[in-house]
């Protein structure tokens, strides 16, 4: 049986606005993409997913949808689409929709029928509540701050946001509610996109009985206890998997925001989703291996034969694991940064990469409100004045939520704009593109692009890199050490996140005759036995024609 062509992609996160601009307008569109799609088959990648692309007001960058069927047109068309996807299959790249079936846009037409009367058909498709003593129906609060209650002066009712006021819960208990959804992934499904990457998805149920969530003790923070991960929400996911899924290689990848693995473990497998994200493995603010390493154990624990998890350390939700592990540091940002990327693509799992990371890309910060985009942070502005902080204050409480450090253009070249643009881009650039850019360090032999490109060339070639079990996964200090083994073929992976060398048993680690195939280090010939594997180095060796049996599930 052939395995699903998702276990074995390398996936490339594209912020939609901010990747390549086509029309000179200062955002990224569809022409833009399609003009770099021979670089990033270059790069090796064979799966996009791309952000929201749908009309919308842009409240929150495209997950605040206000037309499920269309296309944004500050992207393109619909033939702009077309063409991009037809030209990413033409070299082998499929492409994910990122889709917010949680919540609409407040001007997505749905919701405008809902709001315009309580007998309005459409009523029932959101979350309307009378008030509670003159207040909101209960005490849950937004995941961007603030209530999660708006109060809706025409029909003299609260309607639920577990984000923005301006992103509004749907009712997932509405049979009309989960026909229009799946319509709309027909929609897309019809017109050749390969799956599907769904926003929030153990948000879609909230409690039946509204009760008040409890606040964490220590912290003083709600615990988001009753509007996520709620009874019924799998039945749910399983009707829109086999709905997807009836047309054979449809893949689902699921945002569930939960830090318990044993939550998020239900989400996956036969009849679910076939991935979940796990943000516990890459969201950590500073580096530790003990964690990344007990995470990694976790994962392999919860995850049955079969199953796999996901691989990745940054997103357009969270600064660039690069500027958050590297202590400032440049020097020791990059080494961590090719460690991470070695682990990324040779672990076990689905490795999604974010743009920008394969050239080093780091975090922006506003110097000004002025210069920020991000909803979270602008709400998180609004709430530290109106709490009585002064403007310098608040800046630094809406630095801390803004998530625009991540989102700046894709630095293509030295030139003003990265050559993403020759216009202004819709927010700042990121730091130093001068060095930082495709160009330059494709020239660079020693540089972070050149080190993901041969990772990723190399996964694809050796099926114990891009599938396979773990052999042995261990932790020896700063050194994490693996081997997997797939198809009669082995491979050790070793990173040395230290500052001491560390001598390596080569030849008793594998069971075959080995080769040496890449080390972050390009003056090692890892040829010596027992090989001294520097600080701060990753390297990888294979053992083909080994006595292993085969162990990969597909
Ligand atoms: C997800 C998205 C995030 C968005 C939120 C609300 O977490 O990744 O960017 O703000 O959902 O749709």
């Given at each position: 049986?052939?395995?699903?062509?998702?276990?074995?992609?390398?996936?490339?996160?594209?912020?939609?606005?901010?990747?390549?601009?086509?029309?000179?307008?200062?955002?990224?569109?569809?022409?833009?993409?399609?003009?770099?799609?021979d670089?990033?088959?270059e790069?090796?990648?064979?799966?996009?997913?791309?952000t929201p692309f749908?009309?919308?007001?842009?409240?929150?960058?495209?997950?605040?949808?206000?037309d499920?069927?269309?296309?944004?047109?500050?992207?393109?068309?619909?033939e702009?689409?077309?063409a991009?996807?037809?030209?990413?299959?033409?070299?082998?790249?499929?492409?994910?929709?990122?889709?917010?079936?949680?919540?609409?846009?407040?001007?997505?037409?749905?919701?405008?029928?809902?709001?315009?009367?309580?007998?309005?058909?459409?009523?029932?498709?959101?979350i309307w509540k009378d008030?509670?003593?003159?207040?909101?129906?209960?005490?849950?609060?937004?995941?961007?701050?603030?209530?999660?209650?708006?109060?809706?002066?025409?029909?003299?009712q609260?309607?639920?946001?577990?984000?923005?006021?301006?992103?509004?819960?749907?009712n997932?208990?509405?049979?009309?509610?989960?026909?229009?959804?799946?319509?709309?992934?027909?929609?897309?499904?019809?017109?050749?996109?390969?799956?599907?990457?769904?926003?929030?998805?153990?948000?879609?149920?909230?409690?039946?009985?509204?009760?008040?969530?409890?606040?964490?003790?220590?912290?003083?923070?709600?615990?988001?206890?009753?509007?996520?991960?709620?009874?019924?929400?799998?039945?749910?996911?399983?009707?829109l998997?086999?709905?997807?899924?009836a047309?054979?290689?449809?893949?689902m990848?699921?945002?569930?925001?939960?830090?318990?693995?044993?939550?998020?473990?239900?989400y996956?497998?036969?009849?679910?989703?076939?991935?979940?994200?796990?943000?516990?493995?890459?969201?950590?603010?500073t580096?530790?291996?003990?964690?990344l390493?007990?995470?990694?154990?976790k994962?392999?624990?919860?995850?049955?034969?079969?199953?796999?998890?996901?691989?990745?350390?940054?997103?357009?939700?969270?600064?660039?694991?690069?500027?958050?592990?590297?202590?400032?540091?440049?020097?020791?940002?990059?080494?961590?940064?090719?460690?991470?990327?070695a682990?990324?693509?040779?672990?076990?799992?689905?490795?999604?990469?974010?743009?920008?990371?394969?050239?080093?890309m780091?975090?922006?910060?506003?110097?000004?409100?002025?210069?920020?985009?991000?909803?979270?942070?602008?709400?998180?502005?609004?709430?530290?004045?109106?709490?009585?902080?002064?403007?310098?204050?608040?800046?630094?409480?809406?630095?801390a939520?803004?998530?625009?450090?991540?989102?700046?253009?894709?630095?293509?070249?030295?030139?003003?704009y990265?050559?993403?643009?020759?216009?202004?881009?819709?927010?700042?650039?990121?730091?130093?593109?001068?060095?930082?850019?495709?160009?330059?360090?494709r020239?660079?032999?020693?540089?972070?692009?050149?080190f993901?490109?041969?990772?990723?060339?190399?996964?694809?070639?050796?099926?114990?890199?891009?599938?396979?079990?773990?052999?042995?996964?261990?932790?020896q200090?700063e050194v994490?050490?693996?081997?997997?083994?797939?198809a009669?073929?082995?491979?050790?992976?070793?990173?040395?996140?230290?500052?001491?060398?560390?001598?390596?048993?080569?030849?008793?680690?594998?069971?075959?005759?080995?080769r040496?195939?890449?080390?972050?280090?390009?003056?090692?010939?890892?040829a010596?036995?027992?090989?001294?594997?520097?600080?701060?180095e990753?390297?990888i060796?294979?053992?083909?024609n080994?006595?292993?049996?085969?162990t990969?599930h597909?």
């Amino acid at each position: 049986m052939e395995a699903p062509w998702w276990k074995s992609a390398v996936f490339y996160e594209i912020y939609m606005p901010s990747f390549c601009d086509g029309n000179g307008d200062g955002i990224g569109d569809f022409a833009g993409m399609a003009s770099k799609l021979d670089e990033l088959a270059e790069l090796g990648v064979n799966g996009i997913w791309l952000t929201p692309f749908y009309p919308s007001p842009k409240v929150d960058n495209g997950y605040d949808i206000a037309d499920y069927t269309a296309i944004d047109p500050v992207y393109g068309t619909m033939e702009d689409f077309e063409a991009f996807l037809r030209e990413a299959h033409a070299r082998d790249i499929r492409v994910i929709a990122d889709l917010v079936l949680n919540h609409t846009s407040s001007e997505h037409p749905w919701f405008r029928e809902s709001r315009s009367s309580r007998s309005n058909p459409k009523r029932d498709w959101y979350i309307w509540k009378d008030p509670v003593n003159g207040g909101p129906p209960n005490n849950w609060e937004s995941f961007f701050g603030g209530p999660a209650w708006e109060f809706d002066e025409a029909t003299r009712q609260y309607y639920y946001h577990a984000f923005a006021k301006e992103q509004v819960d749907l009712n997932w208990t509405n049979p009309e509610v989960r026909a229009a959804m799946k319509g709309v992934m027909d929609f897309w499904l019809d017109r050749g996109i390969d799956g599907f990457r769904l926003d929030v998805i153990n948000f879609l149920k909230v409690s039946g009985t509204f009760p008040d969530n409890p606040y964490d003790a220590e912290t003083g923070e709600q615990q988001h206890v009753h509007d996520k991960d709620q009874e019924g929400i799998l039945d749910a996911i399983a009707e829109l998997s086999a709905h997807a899924h009836a047309r054979k290689g449809t893949f689902m990848v699921g945002e569930v925001g939960s830090e318990d693995m044993d939550v998020l473990r239900r989400y996956s497998g036969t009849g679910l989703l076939d991935v979940v994200f796990n943000f516990n493995l890459g969201s950590q603010e500073t580096f530790s291996l003990e964690r990344l390493y007990g995470e990694l154990k976790k994962m392999e624990a919860a995850h049955a034969p079969g199953q796999l998890p996901t691989l990745f350390f940054s997103s357009h939700d969270m600064p660039r694991h690069i500027s958050r592990f590297g202590e400032g540091d440049p020097v020791l940002e990059e080494r961590r940064a090719k460690l991470i990327s070695a682990l990324t693509l040779t672990a076990k799992g689905v490795p999604f990469l974010y743009y920008g990371e394969e050239i080093g890309m780091r975090d922006f910060v506003a110097e000004t409100i002025e210069e920020m985009r991000d909803v979270q942070g602008l709400t998180a502005y609004r709430l530290a004045l109106a709490e009585g902080l002064d403007p310098e204050e608040a800046l630094e409480k809406a630095l801390a939520k803004s998530r625009d450090k991540s989102r700046t253009p894709m630095q293509w070249t030295d030139e003003t704009y990265g050559g993403f643009s020759d216009a202004a881009p819709w927010i700042g650039m990121g730091p130093r593109h001068d060095v930082l850019n495709v160009r330059t360090q494709r020239r660079d032999p020693d540089s972070i692009y050149q080190f993901y490109r041969q990772l990723i060339a190399l996964r694809h070639r050796h099926p114990s890199l891009h599938g396979g079990d773990y052999g042995r996964l261990e932790r020896q200090g700063e050194v994490l050490l693996y081997v997997k083994r797939a198809a009669g073929e082995e491979a050790l992976v070793a990173l040395n996140f230290g500052t001491e060398p560390f001598a390596l048993p080569v030849g008793r680690l594998l069971s075959g005759p080995f080769r040496f195939v890449l080390s972050s280090r390009r003056e090692t010939d890892g040829a010596h036995e027992p090989f001294l594997l520097g600080p701060q180095e990753a390297a990888i060796w294979i053992s083909e024609n080994s006595s292993v049996k085969e162990t990969c599930h597909t």
